[in-house]
């Protein structure tokens, strides 16, 4: 498993991690605790040192898994590893709310050095913050005195959007999460101009888009209840997007033996990212993600990546 330098916090990490959102049970339906440790322990095993994972998943339920599992691992193999966590998704209430107050966040650091049971986070995000609560700035400065503190490593942003992370840039985040992958990657694009100034860290959720990239979707695909999908398109709009995916077929080919493959060669062929996170729910599909996306360095042909953003943008995807 390659490595990439995480931005200039001066940590090296896989160019694959880990996200934990599916393994809490409640995103894309239930997962065994057994089989979400499974997971994270193969994740190790094939190199992967980097897990993502937030306070909100399962109300606290994945951060302490996270914590036991890389407990049953012992220092040796815990060592190298980076746990990013993210905070201020109030579950206390219903619904969800977003807080980022300092109160908050400074008890939400403590539950998670807690649960993942480390005398300091890593990476500490702050969960989707909007735009006026990083220009109010409360919530950045608290994160910047928990790290002068010693309970944070290094502070960041998960953004929805590329102002949110332009403005997270400019007040002094270290790492940047955004959503990236074929079909959606231009807010990453809007600031990769600041992301090289500030040299920030650039970790790409979703590359698969929630599954769409997998290519084993009808365009009549329904989800079970409880699945957000179910709620993230329309049933037109998810149409609209399983036809998209046969513009992309072109990139399979050779070494790259699957769209989904494609997917996230994609994403790592941008230098920008640091580590691109993948998703599985199974042993199964951890390991033939890795098989599939393990041929690089070259991830894509010149030549394919130079026709791609044309080759979208007459099916409606912007680049």
């Given at each position: 498993m390659r490595k990439r330098a995480l931005g200039k916090t001066g940590l090296f990490v896989s160019e694959m991690g880990i996200g934990t959102w599916g393994l809490a049970g409640e995103a894309y339906g239930p997962v065994e605790p057994t089989d979400a440790e499974r997971v994270i322990h193969r994740a190790i095993d094939v190199g992967i040192t980097l897990i993502?994972?937030?306070?909100?998943?399962?109300?606290?339920?994945?951060?302490?898994?996270?914590g036991k599992a890389l407990k049953s691992l012992g220092s040796y193999k815990s060592r190298d590893l980076v746990v990013v966590t993210k905070g201020?998704?109030?579950?206390?209430?219903?619904?969800?709310?977003?807080?980022?107050?300092?109160?908050?966040?400074?008890?939400?650091?403590?539950?998670?050095?807690?649960?993942?049971?480390?005398?300091?986070?890593?990476?500490?995000?702050?969960?989707?913050?909007?735009?006026?609560?990083?220009?109010?700035?409360?919530a950045l400065d608290t994160l910047v005195t928990l790290k002068r503190?010693?309970?944070i490593g290094h502070i960041g942003v998960s953004a929805?959007?590329?102002?949110?992370?332009?403005?997270?840039?400019?007040?002094?985040?270290?790492?940047?999460?955004?959503?990236?992958?074929?079909?959606?990657?231009?807010?990453?694009?809007?600031?990769?101009?600041?992301?090289?100034?500030?040299?920030?860290?650039?970790?790409?959720?979703?590359?698969?888009?929630?599954?769409?990239?997998?290519?084993?979707?009808?365009?009549?695909?329904?989800?079970?209840?409880?699945?957000?999908?179910?709620?993230?398109?329309?049933?037109?709009?998810?149409?609209?997007?399983v036809a998209q995916l046969d513009a992309m077929r072109f990139l399979v080919k050779g070494n790259v033996r699957s769209l989904?493959?494609?997917?996230?060669?994609?994403?790592?062929?941008?230098?920008?990212?640091?580590?691109?996170?993948?998703?599985?729910?199974?042993?199964?599909?951890l390991v033939e993600l890795v098989r599939e996306t393990g041929g690089g360095p070259i991830y894509l042909p010149d030549a394919d990546m130079a026709v791609l953003p044309r080759t979208l943008a007459k099916v409606g995807i912007m680049m």
């Open positions: 993502d994972t937030a306070d909100s998943y399962g109300g606290g339920h994945m951060e302490h898994l996270l201020g998704t109030d579950r206390s209430t219903i619904p969800p709310r977003k807080r980022f107050d300092r109160a908050y966040l400074v008890d939400s650091v403590e539950r998670s050095l807690k649960r993942l049971g480390r005398e300091r986070l890593d990476v500490y995000l702050l969960h989707n913050p909007s735009v006026e609560c990083l220009l109010a700035g409360e503190d010693g309970k929805g959007e590329s102002e949110a992370a332009m403005t997270a840039l400019d007040r002094g985040a270290e790492v940047i999460s955004m959503s990236y992958n074929l079909v959606h990657s231009a807010d990453l694009h809007r600031v990769a101009g600041e992301i090289m100034v500030y040299g920030a860290g650039v970790l790409a959720h979703s590359p698969l888009a929630y599954g769409l990239l997998s290519d084993a979707w009808t365009q009549d695909r329904t989800f079970l209840p409880g699945d957000h999908r179910e709620r993230r398109w329309e049933k037109h709009e998810l149409a609209r997007r989904r493959a494609a997917a996230i060669r994609f994403v790592l062929a941008n230098h920008l990212v640091s580590c691109a996170i993948l998703g599985p729910r199974t042993v199964d599909q």
